[in-house]
């Protein structure tokens, strides 16, 4: 292990990541420096990052992903009155924390590693921490998370987490990166490692999101509205990286059209955090 990734560092990190995602403006549909939403604000994402610390520390040298993820999710609510800030951040962040304490020369494999070696109390421990934020869900009749009878399923059938992110792959991008290697968070840390060089972090990490939300429909707005806004929203993006929109019209309108890319934002939270463990400087 690399003298510097020690948990403390990498819990920074962590936190780190999440603070400087939302603080990347303007950043079309999400929260970020100059915008807010009526039930959730600025100040609240920054108060849950910190908030989570000790959690992110912790997730370094033990607990299941499931029981970090839950526990992640109470220190949430403790810290702020916004409601569910980084559920998605913390289904990809908690691996690589782990994947982390072994160093950054094969990150990515020891993540793939530690997802596929998840449990069926990780499962069962996931779908506790929904009670605890209020995570934008599309209907289900099978395992729906809102059902307690689902737990005792999730033990007869000998489901683990990683057994639900592949169930869920088809419709959510988060738990897809668990099925794919993470290849879009590392894909984002690369992209925001090669910006700064010649450009603030700030714009690293706009232009990052802008690519990913170009590149892909933003899952979290087809459970929200439906596939259809979702390309939409994809559709524009592409339009300011071909020039035909500004990145400030972009944002004024999905703002005002309450559309929040927020599992692109989730991307960005690790692709952050890779980045910083590879060397990125605010």
Known sequence: MSPNLDPPY??????????????????????????????????????????????????????????????????????????????????????????????????????????RDTTVNDAV??????????????????????????????????????????ISSKNDMVAKEWVNGFARCFKAGRSILEKRKTGSLNDATVLTYLELLAEEPDTFIVKKYDLEKAHYTQRLAIDVMDRRMTLNELSNRLYMEKINPGSTADIIIAGLFIALLSGLKV
């Not at 999440?18 to 990347?24: F, K, N, P």
């Not at 303007?26 to 610390?53: L, Q």
């Not at 934008?136 to 992110?165: F, H, N, Q």
């Open 10 to 115: 990498i819990a920074r990190c962590a936190v780190l990541a999440m603070a400087l995602e939302v603080s990347g403006t303007p950043k079309p549909g999400n929260i970020d420096r100059d915008h807010d939403y009526v039930d959730t604000k600025y100040e609240d994402f920054i108060a849950a990052a910190i908030g989570v610390f000790p959690v992110m520390e912790k997730a370094c040298t033990g607990g299941g992903i499931g029981e970090l993820i839950l526990e992640a999710s109470d220190e949430c609510v403790k810290w702020q009155s916004g409601g569910n800030t980084h559920f998605g951040a913390y289904i990809l962040l908690f691996p690589l924390i782990k994947a982390a304490m072994s160093g950054t020369d094969h990150l990515k494999e020891n993540a793939i590693d530690i997802v």
């Open 125 to 166: 421990d996931f779908y506790k921490a929904f009670s605890k934020v209020a995570v934008r869900m599309k209907d289900s009749e099978d395992l729906d998370v809102r059902d307690d009878s689902s737990l005792e399923e999730l033990r007869e059938r000998g489901l683990t987490m990683y057994d639900i992110m592949e």
